[in-house]
């Protein structure tokens, strides 16, 4: 093998195993469709446990620490909740083990009852596409349950594969205009089906140079406009709060409309 060969060999590599890893389609037996990251710390904010009603769990951008002010997610569903009888948490993104841990013991709670588990999954940035996986993780997974809202603010993606190569070249990426992470998002969000998978939301900003979202197949799109420039990706979970607060409280009600 020449050192062409090797080179371009090195190349080819990273980006077929970019492709297996996150492109949407039928997965073989056995084969978990996204490696499950870990931060090795748990952190996790559980604001209620019921043994029915929806199941909400959203991730969080940043670690959840002591006194650490809400993102707009978080914030949203927080107010959405009001006094419902249901389960609702917030983990971050980095902790999808102990997500699913959790979620998956409200979900047999409620199966012990006979109730058919409804889900909503929220977040934002990088949260955002952490929900997006999850979706597709308990989809492939799990059975008889249903996806009542997958909700989805600025869905991006840093590379989960390390090396300076890499981290230079998402510098790199992330600075040219239009351009973000978020075709990792598109692949790792599952289309509504009006069946298991009721609703996708997502909403998106594209002023931000560095880091911003996009459109992204099969959902409800809305793009975040705001004339006085103080919108970027950093707080457009804030900017569009009102908005999210509002679709949690329609998902919640749906789940009291009969399918529960």
């Known amino acids: ?21 996150c492109a949407g389609g039928v997965f073989g037996a056995g084969v978990d469709p996204f490696a499950e990251p870990g931060s090795g710390r748990e952190s996790a904010e559980i604001l209620r446990e019921a043994p029915a009603g929806p199941i ?20 949203a569903v927080a107010r959405a909740i009001g006094r419902e009888p249901l389960s609702a948490a917030c983990f971050y993104r980095e902790e999808r ?12 709670a409620r199966r012990r009852r006979g109730l058919r588990p409804g889900i909503i999954l929220a977040g934002h940035g990088l949260g955002a596409t952490e929900a997006s996986e999850t979706a597709r993780e308990l989809l492939f997974h799990e059975r008889d349950f249903d996806i009542l809202l997958l909700l989805t603010v600025d869905a991006v993606k840093a590379s989960r594969y390390g090396g300076p190569a890499y981290a230079a070249g998402n510098a790199i990426v992330n600075r040219l205009p239009g351009v973000s992470h978020s075709f990792t998002a598109y692949n790792a969000a599952p289309a509504p089906d009006g ?24 959902a409800e799109n809305h793009l ?31 789940s009291r409309g009969g399918r529960r």
Request: charged residues 15%.
């Open 1 to 21: 093998m020449t050192r062409t060969d090797r080179l371009l060999l090195c190349l080819l590599l990273p980006l077929s195993a970019l492709h297996c890893g």
């Open 56 to 75: 909400i769990l959203s991730y969080a951008s940043a670690p959840l620490t002591p006194g650490a002010p809400p993102d707009g997610v978080r914030a």
């Open 195 to 218: 069946r298991q998978v009721l609703a996708h939301i997502n909403y998106y900003q594209t002023k931000s140079v560095n880091l911003h979202g996009a459109a992204m197949p099969h």
């Open 224 to 254: 975040l406009v705001d004339w006085t420039g103080v919108l970027n990706h950093g707080n457009a979970d804030d900017f569009a709060m009102p908005n999210l607060t509002a679709d949690l409280r329609y998902a919640i009600a749906r």
């Open 97 to 108: 083990g102990p997500a699913l841990r959790w979620i998956r013991g409200q979900m047999e």
